[in-house]
């Protein structure tokens, strides 16, 4: 549709984008009164917008518009994020570099409708020659290899959230608003508000990252950080050595589901040896660092948080959520023995190689029950590689389960592990909602992988500290 | 099998029937994944808007009728089509005592006004005629002449809705009404 004339879409990109000075930027860093996400809005803040306050502060509550580094689409939001941009009738993309187009969620193509929908997002990539990546899901390709600290990122998928873990502002939008992006570079966005986090102890052989943000998500409720960042804490490198990039990801990824606009680690020896071990690299276009604007963002001393929250990794259980509802968090004990059809381990919240090392420890040696189907679904291409590396693949499949391609597929219901009517599933994905992964008669529990695997050998819930007893 | 289209209202004063919902309506109850996720079409999303609550809502609702909401309407998915498939249905607003973050933004990039309106609870019942003023923000209940005032936006988000949203926005000043 050529609704605008070409001037228009050739005119915007041409002045809007300003960097702020060095000097401007340093004095933003050093900052002691602002939290994470004030510091790395201020930073990445246009200058010649026509935000009134450009030249004060941007604090929780203020609106103010970014520079975004990289611009997200899947095969679910893409789609309708090119159809908006045909019908502004804008051709052009403000940096084609930054804009990154994954087809993940059902790959590989379940119909011929969603055939279609891959090809719409295929010619675009060409016509354009931003990102594509097929085959590994957004969030983990982000992570693995353009996520870098100081990062403003946008995803059209509320998962987008997930790169918080390497320190980067990571938020999930909708389609026509990164349609937006992409063609300005630009975005508006509410500074958020805080909750800082405060983790101590350490937590007991068979319990996880998941069960700790299932806790908490329990605890304040599916809107309890509504808007706000998160902003996680160790107290001290006892606490913070649990805490691995694969962890630190499901915790990030996972905050959505309370509503977390942004969830926040620190950047520490551990972030800058994942990210020395996994170079950032944008291959697709000869484009050997996309992100080489990684700044150190840490908050400052005197900054104003709306609350503060400890939480003893010690006192946390296996945790089981649902069903329907993420919140309706219970200790794995209240559900023990509840009958399960489908066990499932994957996911963009637990489908890395750290989650399935612990579901090939449970699985190895032993049956899935005969009343119960296994999937195994690996986050991304990488993250398969590396389990067939180890061999885990094979302890899956002589266990009884099933292991695919890395897609979004089962956590979706949309292919590779949909439910029937009345089925019920435990599984180690994102959502529980009604319907989220099948017939809206079927149940969905949500948990760690090791609950998972463990629950898949019994054929009903089960507690799976007890695998980790005899080891 | 001709599926009747419902138009999307315009934007001013809308009148229309309230279906009541509870808290954490989230985007998987308002359209599921594997329907959004095979089409492009406003229109056909529409047949599946609110599915997960029933399945015939869009051959239930009238032109113009409206929803309230209880706390965190449209948590979870950053879907686009949450919104567009209940505007294409034919419903005019959506008021609840509080949003989820992407679905607010989502509802006033597509056009579909999105109310927020804390003391809503228990204010209206099921069939109540109500009347929404964009222009003033505010509900107006027929029934009990009680009118209710929404929470303030910034002023491009408005401009944003009462042009009907984003894309008709650029179409109209070739600009984003943020910059």
């Known amino acids: 549709m050529q609704i605008t004339s070409s001037s228009s879409s050739a005119s915007f990109p041409l002045k809007l984008q300003k960097k702020q000075d060095d000097s401007q930027i340093k004095s933003t860093i050093d900052n002691k009164s602002l939290t994470f996400a004030e510091k790395l809005i201020n930073i990445k803040k246009n200058v010649e917008s026509i935000n009134k306050n450009t030249n004060t502060l941007s604090m929780a509550g203020d609106i103010a518009i970014v520079n975004v580094d990289l611009a997200m689409a899947q095969d679910s939001t893409g789609p309708l994020a090119i159809r908006s941009l045909n019908e502004m009738g804008i051709d052009k993309i403000y940096d084609p570099s930054k804009v990154l187009l994954v087809i993940d969620h059902t790959f590989p193509a379940a119909d011929e409708k969603v055939a279609n929908l891959h090809k719409l997002m295929r010619d675009f990539t060409s016509k354009h020659n931003c990102i594509l990546v097929e085959g590994s899901i957004s969030h983990q390709h982000i992570m693995e290899y353009l996520a ?62 998941r069960d700790l943000i299932l806790h908490y998500i329990g605890e304040v409720g599916e809107d309890g950080a509504s808007y706000k960042s998160l902003e996680w804490k160790f107290s001290n490198d006892h606490v913070k050595k649990q805490f691995s990039m694969d962890s630190r990801a499901c915790i990030s990824n996972a905050s959505m589901e309370c509503g977390a606009k942004i969830s926040i680690f620190p950047v520490d020896e551990i972030t800058r040896k994942y990210l020395d071990e ?16 990684e700044i150190e963002i840490h908050a400052g001393d005197s900054a104003q948080y709306k609350d503060e929250v400890e939480i003893q990794c010690s006192r946390i259980e296996p945790q089981v959520s649902g069903p329907d509802n993420v919140d309706k968090v219970h200790s794995v004990d209240e559900l023990a023995n509840l009958e399960i059809d489908q066990a499932f381990i994957g996911s963009s919240t637990n ?15 032993r049956k899935v029950h005969k009343n119960t189907r296994c999937i195994v679904t690996p986050a991304s291409v990488k993250v398969y590689e590396e389990a067939i590396r180890r061999g885990y693949v094979e302890v899956y499949l002589e266990s009884g389960a099933v292991f695919t391609n890395a897609t979004c597929g089962a956590c979706v219901g949309t292919h590779l592990g949909a439910l029937g009517e009345n089925e019920t599933c435990i599984s180690s994905s994102s959502r529980n909602f009604v319907g989220r992964m099948g017939a809206l008669s079927s149940k969905v529990y949500l948990a760690s992988p090791a609950t998972v695997a463990a629950s898949a050998i019994e054929g009903r819930i089960a ?9 | 099998m001709s599926e009747e289209q419902k138009q999307p ?10 279906w009541i919902f509870g808290d954490n309506i989230n985007t998987d109850i308002i359209i599921p994944f594997r329907f959004k996720s095979r089409t492009n079409d406003p229109y056909e999303m529409a047949k599946y808007a609110m599915y997960g609550y029933d399945p015939d809502f869009h051959k239930k609702i009238s032109n113009g009728d409206l929803i309230v909401a209880g706390r965190n309407f449209g948590g979870g998915s950053s879907r686009e089509q949450a919104p567009v498939a209940l505007k294409y249905a034919g419903i005019s607003a959506v008021i609840a005592q509080s949003f989820a973050r992407i679905f607010y933004r989502n509802s006033f990039t597509i056009g579909l006004p999105a109310l927020e309106i804390p003391e809503i609870k228990g204010k209206v019942n099921q069939g109540d005629e109500l009347a929404v003023d964009i ?7 027929l029934r009990s002449r009680e009118t209710f005032q929404a929470a303030a936006v910034p002023t491009f988000m408005r401009q944003m809705l009462k042009e009907g949203g984003l894309v008709e926005y650029y179409k109209k000043y070739g600009r984003f009404p943020w910059v």
């Open chain 1, 148 to 209: 870098a600290p100081g990062m403003m990122i946008l995803g059209a998928d509320s998962h987008t959230c997930q790169a918080g873990c390497v320190g980067a502002f990571a938020t999930g939008i909708g389609s026509t608003e990164i349609a937006a992006v992409w063609a300005t570079g630009q975005l508006w966005l509410r500074v958020p508000e805080t909750i800082r986090i405060n983790l101590s102890g350490n937590f007991e052989e068979g319990v996880f990252a």
């Open chain 1, 278 to 293: 996994n170079p950032r690299t944008n291959d697709t276009n000869n484009n050997n660092n996309s992100t080489g604007m």
């Open chain 1, 351 to 365: 489908g890395r190689i750290e989650d399935l090392e612990v579901a090939a420890r449970i699985l190895k040696g």
């Open chain 1, 463 to 471: 507690d799976p500290r007890r695998y980790f007893q005899s080891s």
């Open chain 2, 9 to 18: 209202t315009s934007i001013g004063i809308t009148k229309g029937k309230a």
């Open chain 2, 135 to 141: 222009a003033k923000f505010s509900v107006y209940n």
